[in-house]
């Protein structure tokens, strides 16, 4: 059901049946190593290519997910993913291999929740009993599509980012014990006019200010609604500016817990990832392994995940465009 | 072409980037300079000892030690590139391992290593200059200008 501008009341409370997170060493090296299901010890899977490794996390991790729901593929009618590479060959590929009815989406690293946003729509609305949401990121194959090949020598400055390496998947359902998805608000595109691709945070930071408040208004509530806000990957950098709006703002984020899956993930001391992390499987894999894990433990009873998403591709930043970016928010609940 | 007002920042654009620029960290550090001062001469000292070697052992003069040192030094940038071990290096040194030869064997190495899965002729082939084509291009460019300056201002070279 819309409510207000931009933003869905999910009155029928889909499940979150179940949830996978698939990561690679680095990252199980982090501080939040112990939630996911899977930590591999090298980034090729056995598979020849960087592309080819990120298939196989998004199909493993997706395959785990509807496993833990008690389910098989022939069940679930719609699946909804997308990643980073062009054209969403990881996703489309690992679909080609899930075979279940398939709706590809690009919103860079928003794509976790926006895939969720509309699993948990399709669900809500009767349009399907199951549903799969599911999103991937290589490190290797981001480098070398985005930047330099994977072993150049180039420094990198201290506001670039780390791509997480991982797929987080999880399957929707009509009637589960929860944690609910209850409601979700997608953003508008903001361009702030950053051009620099090392420095996302500070081009995704308004885009997320954006769509938070957007879902207050919406849903007429204040951000003490909420046990935790978190946002997709800001990374430090994003995270102070995004903290600096919201003030000029003044919306009352001192009544809640804000953090960022992309601080949360390695940790700084000792892996050295500059501003932090960022990808599609950042803010897939945080939510769908530790905050999930966080809420089953009972420590956490409601949290709103903003993944953000910058929209650029190595053509336009060569042709001198700013980076357009977007935020969708999706709200998960312990209770109905 | 692009007409320039549209590069130009509304007054919101400005205000924000105003405030952004305030969380952002300097790139330009003092660390960075001493780092990149430490291990750029340490390539060119690694790069002495091996011309030294040449000389003393090989009894290469030292103008024809040049070419041999020069790959030896390359030899030994392709083989930590291959290991994975010179990106990690330049994270640390900045300019100090891109500037000497070093770096330019690191960029031909790392296009290979990295293109090499997308086909031997359009993957290997056609994107193993992908970083270090610009160096050659314009390199070329600048040679060809320095040649005619040379030409202009030294006489001497005119028929010699």
């Known amino acids: ?336 | 072409m692009v007409s320039k007002a549209k590069k130009k920042l509304t007054p919101v654009q400005q205000e924000y980037q105003a405030l952004a620029k305030k969380r952002e960290p300097s790139k330009f550090t003092f660390k960075n300079l001493y780092r990149a001062f430490l291990t750029g001469g340490l390539i060119c000292l690694v790069g002495e000892a091996v011309q030294q070697m040449f000389v003393h052992f090989g009894g290469y003069s030292v103008k024809e030690a040049a070419s041999p040192t020069v790959g030896v030094m390359i030899l030994i940038s392709v083989i930590l590139t291959c290991f994975g071990i010179y990106d990690k290096i330049a994270q640390w040194a900045g300019a100090g391992t891109a500037v000497p030869v070093t770096g330019f064997a690191n960029a031909m190495a790392s296009a290979a290593i990295e293109y090499r899965r997308d086909g031997i002729v359009l993957g290997l082939g056609g994107s193993i200059f992908k970083v270090a084509g610009p160096v050659i291009v314009f390199g070329t460019i600048a040679a060809f200008a320095v040649g005619i300056a040379y030409v202009i201002f030294d006489p001497n070279i005119v028929g010699g």
């Open chain 1, 1 to 336: 059901m819309l409510k207000g501008h931009q933003s869905w009341l999910f009155e029928n409370k889909p499940s979150i049946l179940s949830a996978a997170t698939s990561v690679g060493p680095f990252e199980g090296r982090g501080p939040l190593a112990e939630d996911f299901d899977i930590v591999h010890g090298e980034l090729y899977l056995g598979q020849d290519s960087w592309e080819k490794a990120e298939r196989a996390f998004l199909e493993e991790a997706a395959k785990m997910a509807i496993q833990h729901a008690g389910l098989t593929e022939g069940q679930i009618q719609f699946h909804f993913g997308g990643d980073l590479m062009n054209q969403i060959i990881s996703s489309s590929f690992a679909a080609r291999t899930l075979t279940i009815p398939y709706l590809g989406l690009f919103g860079a690293c928003s794509t976790s929740m926006e895939s969720l946003a509309l699993a948990a729509y399709i669900v809500n609305s009767g349009g399907a009993k199951h549903t799969l949401a599911a999103t991937c990121s290589h490190n290797s194959s981001v480098e070398k599509q985005f930047r330099y090949p994977t072993e150049y020598g180039s420094q990198k400055p201290p506001t670039a980012q780390f791509t997480v390496t991982g797929a987080g998947a999880a399957v929707i359902g009509q009637e589960g014990k929860g944690p609910f998805v209850t409601s979700a608000t997608i953003g508008r595109v903001v361009d702030m006019g950053i051009k620099d691709p090392f420095n996302m945070g500070a081009a995704m930071a308004p885009a997320a200010v954006d769509t938070m408040e957007a879902h207050f208004r919406d849903l007429q509530i204040e951000p003490g609604y909420y046990d935790l806000i978190v946002t997709g990957d800001l990374s430090k950098v994003g995270y102070e500016i995004a903290c600096d709006l919201l003030k000029k703002h003044n919306v009352p984020m001192h009544q809640t817990t804000y953090s960022d899956c992309g601080m949360m993930i390695y940790d700084y001391e000792t892996q050295n990832v500059q501003s932090g992390a960022s990808g599609c499987a950042c803010s897939a894999v945080v939510t769908y392994g530790h905050l999930l894990n966080r809420m089953r433990r009972g420590e956490l009873n409601r949290i709103l995940v903003v993944a953000t998403g910058a929209l650029l591709s190595p053509l336009s930043f060569q042709q001198n465009e700013t980076i357009p970016c977007i935020a969708h928010a999706v709200s998960i609940e312990r209770e109905k």
